[in-house]
T-cell receptor, first 113, second 111 residues
Framework: GESVGLHLPTLSVQEGDNSIINCAYSNSASDYFIWYKQESGKGPQFIIDIRSNMDKRQGQRVTVLLNKTVKHLSLQIAATQPGDSAVYFCAERATYNTDKLIFGTGTRLQVFP | NAGVTQTPKFRVLKTGQSMTLLCAQDMNHEYMYWYRQDPGMGLRLIHYSVGEGTTAKGEVPDGYNVSRLKKQNFLLGLESAAPSQTSVYFC??????????FGPGTRLTVT
């Protein structure tokens, strides 16, 4: 809904450009990471995931990069479209607590024509 | 498959009233979760369940209770609602491999 993400960092891109959304995670022992997309008024939707034994994974128009040295995760969206406008969350799974995910606060992506 | 569904979608309560939010999933997932989402904050885990008949506390459990009598359903109860419980509530489920699938959310306002 509109109340979600009122004070979130915002990335504004032009349609057709590439977008890069960044996330710093907290636990060096985390073994699994997920990116979610949340459109206004909807629940988070799975986009792509990556395990800690990888540093890159590609999907359709999306790529996730993992840098364990600096505990950094990024989501790259190629040829950004208006339909990509949403709030994007990263989530990590800490190996000591495999039933739960820890979510970041999110980044709002705005796509302009 | 409908995936994860939540009822109701919206609700307004007065302080002190009680209500139950229902989450249902048709993916035969073992794990189910209840989160709340507030402006400027990430999803915070209220309670979760690793199987039928089990529940456990999450990060912010106070003021909420849950039950998992059937594998496909996970209920979240507010016994005496407070304005601080005004939020958007999301249910999620997973087979246990990490990726959680979310419902559409319930927007709750407590006046």
């Amino acid at each position: 809904g509109e109340s979600v993400g009122l004070h979130l960092p915002t990335l504004s891109v032009q349609e057709g450009d590439n977008s890069i959304i960044n996330c710093a995670y907290s636990n060096s022992a985390s073994d699994y990471f997920i990116w979610y997309k949340q459109e206004s008024g909807k629940g988070p939707q799975f986009i792509i995931d990556i395990r800690s034994n990888m540093d890159k994974r590609q999907g359709q128009r999306v790529t996730v990069l993992l840098n364990k040295t600096v505990k950094h995760l990024s989501l790259q969206i190629a040829a950004t479209q208006p339909g990509d406008s949403a709030v994007y969350f990263c989530a990590e799974r800490a190996t000591y607590n495999t039933d739960k995910l820890i979510f970041g606060t999110g980044t709002r992506l705005q796509v302009f024509p | 498959n409908a995936g994860v569904t939540q009822t109701p979608k919206f609700r307004v309560l007065k302080t002190g009233q009680s209500m139950t939010l229902l989450c249902a999933q048709d993916m035969n997932h073992e794990y189910m979760y209840w989160y709340r989402q507030d402006p400027g904050m990430g999803l915070r885990l209220i309670h979760y369940s690793v199987g039928e008949g089990t529940t456990a506390k999450g990060e912010v459990p106070d003021g909420y209770n849950v039950s998992r009598l059937k594998k496909q359903n996970f209920l979240l109860g507010l016994e005496s609602a407070a304005p601080s419980q005004t939020s958007v509530y999301f249910c999620a489920s997973t087979a246990g491999q990490g990726t959680q699938y979310f419902g559409p959310g319930t927007r709750l306002t407590v006046t």
